[in-house]
């Protein structure tokens, strides 16, 4: 269980990975590399819709370039987990159930 908000020193990484798919762990990786360089706030992690939704906010003031870049990198994440298996991080496409998963993973669920 995580508790929100959570400041980057007070990340938990195993807990957070626990929350979601596996396959999705290098993308919530990049995401707290990002968090913990610029001290930001994580207000949620989850997996909706079979991609993931980072939500953040910033806990000290930061410059309009730095504040564009890094939710361009963090929205690119969020696209990129769409494509990605939350299973196992293999390339991936929308299936039943809002999963987002391989050919090898959705035949093993089926
Ligand atoms: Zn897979």
């Not at 309009?64 to 890094?70: F, G, P």
């Not at 494509?83 to 809002?98: L, Q, V």
Request: glycine share 8%.
């Amino acid at each position: 269980m995580v508790y929100y908000p959570v400041k980057a020193e007070d990340v938990n990484e195993e807990a957070i990975l626990a929350e979601v798919g596996k396959g999705w762990s290098y993308l919530i990786r990049i995401f707290l590399g990002l968090v913990k360089e610029h001290g930001l706030l994580i207000c949620q992690v989850k997996g909706k819709f079979g991609g993931l939704r980072l939500y953040y906010m910033y806990d000290k003031p930061c410059t309009t370039e730095d504040a564009e870049i890094i939710e361009e990198i963090i929205h690119s994440l969020e696209i990129v987990s769409a494509y990605t298996c939350e299973n196992c991080g293999a390339p991936g496409e929308a299936r039943e159930h809002n999963q987002t998963l391989c050919d090898t993973c959705d035949k093993e669920k089926k």
